[in-house]
């Protein structure tokens, strides 16, 4: 079965902490993406990358960088965590131009505290 | 890409059929309509998609009006493991990106 995997379910950490958010897929996408989810505000895109060290700013890209050495690998890197940072975070991937092979993780909940 | 509009919430009685309708009026000709679900605390999932005509595959149904400016995902017998967020999402072929708007809650009710 093919899969998304976020290296962390649930995540707490402390305000000024650097946070790497890891994902891994395994179906040779090209195109993998990060989001976060807040309640009433939806899904939200904050880095897309369609190739090995390759990346492009979603919508908001504020406060997040983004690393991608290889093309299975997807890192979400908040520099400094803040308290409005505490979200749900998304992972994706897809093929390119393909967008009904979009799969997502299940999430990891980063709690800053 | 196109916006789209659809219901914040809707109720349907297990075994029924749920219709979730979503407006897309300024969608473009190059644009496809997609539909995701998210069940609470999972990541969201691909249920279809379609550019003009009418989709079916194992999980659901998608009718999409002649002149494309509103859809309907038909699940035809709705479970109680169907009660979930219902995103409709309008996007060119050539996007690199979906863009996820608040969705239909659907609550699927014994």
């Known amino acids: 079965d093919v899969k998304v995997t976020q290296s962390s379910r649930y995540l707490v950490k402390r305000t000024g902490e650097k946070v790497f958010l890891e994902c891994v897929q395994d179906?040779?996408?090209?195109?993998m993406f990060w989001y976060r989810q807040d309640p009433g505000l939806g899904l939200r895109l904050i880095y897309f990358?369609?190739?090995?060290?390759?990346?492009e700013k979603g919508d908001i890209p504020e406060g997040y960088s983004v690393s991608r050495e290889k093309k299975e690998r997807f890192s979400l890197i908040l520099e400094s965590a803040s308290t409005n940072q505490t979200s749900m975070y998304l992972c994706?991937?897809?093929?390119?131009?393909?967008?009904?092979?979009?799969?997502f993780g299940s999430g990891t909940r980063l709690t800053v505290v | 890409d196109a916006k789209t509009t659809q219901p914040p919430s809707m109720d349907c009685a297990e075994g029924r059929a749920a219709n979730l309708p979503c407006n897309h009026s300024?969608?473009?000709?190059?644009?496809?309509v997609y539909w995701y679900r998210q069940i609470h605390s999972q990541g969201p999932q691909y249920i279809i998609h379609?550019?003009?005509n009418n989709e079916t595959n194992e999980m659901a149904s998608l009718i999409i009006t002649e002149d494309r400016k509103s859809s309907t995902l038909i699940l035809p017998h709705a479970t109680l493991r169907d009660t979930a967020v219902y995103y409709c999402?309008?996007?060119?072929?050539?996007?690199?990106?979906?863009?996820f708007g608040k969705g239909t809650k659907l609550s699927v009710i014994p």
């Open positions: 994706a991937s897809s093929m390119p131009e393909q967008h009904y092979g979009y799969t």
């Open positions: 179906m040779d996408h090209e195109n």
């Open positions: 990358s369609y190739d090995v060290k390759m990346k």
């Open positions: 300024t969608i473009s000709g190059n644009e496809y």
């Open positions: 379609g550019l003009k």
């Open positions: 999402i309008v996007s060119g072929a050539g996007s690199y990106q979906l863009t």
